[in-house]
């Protein structure tokens, strides 16, 4: 019976590595959507000048994930007639600081600006989500391998201490 103990403590180490290596895969996804999200608002806005409620109502329906909820809330706010600023800072709390930080100071921007203006600022902070992208793909790249394997030697050491 110990035996059997020790071999699920052993396993339990390893799955917690796979879900640490899960969410750093799931935080290169969300950075991805949220740079297409960025380049689709500077296109629209630089090209077409789209109107705010009827371009996230719009890219809540192409986009997947957190992107198409923030925008998709966006989208719902601004039809009930919300200012821009004051809903992009209720879309985007959840986010995590780092992806907030790049996308909070639209709220200033977008609906208050003229159309390049707000493309252009809308390209910067698409360029700033690549670079996040790039390190947390290092990341990945770097820690998924040893968090795994330090998480499989943590189980096994456990489980042999058991014994």
Known sequence: ????????????????????????????????AYARMLELISLELGRFRTPLPELFLSLSDCLEGDAASV??????????????????????????????????????????????????????AREEMLVLWDSRRTALRDRSRVCIGLCSAGGLLLAMMLL
């Open 71 to 124: 925008c998709s809330f966006t989208a719902s706010e601004l039809a009930v007639g919300e200012p821009f600023r004051d809903v992009w800072k209720r879309a985007t709390e959840a986010l995590r600081p780092e992806e907030k930080e790049i996308l909070c100071p639209l709220a200033e921007v977008l609906g208050a600006y003229g159309a390049e203006e707000q493309a252009a600022r809308t390209e910067q």
């Open 1 to 32: 019976m110990k035996e059997l103990g020790a071999c699920l403590i052993a396993l339990a180490g390893f799955w917690l590595g796979i879900l640490h290596a899960r969410d750093l895969r799931a935080a290169l996804r969300r950075c991805a």
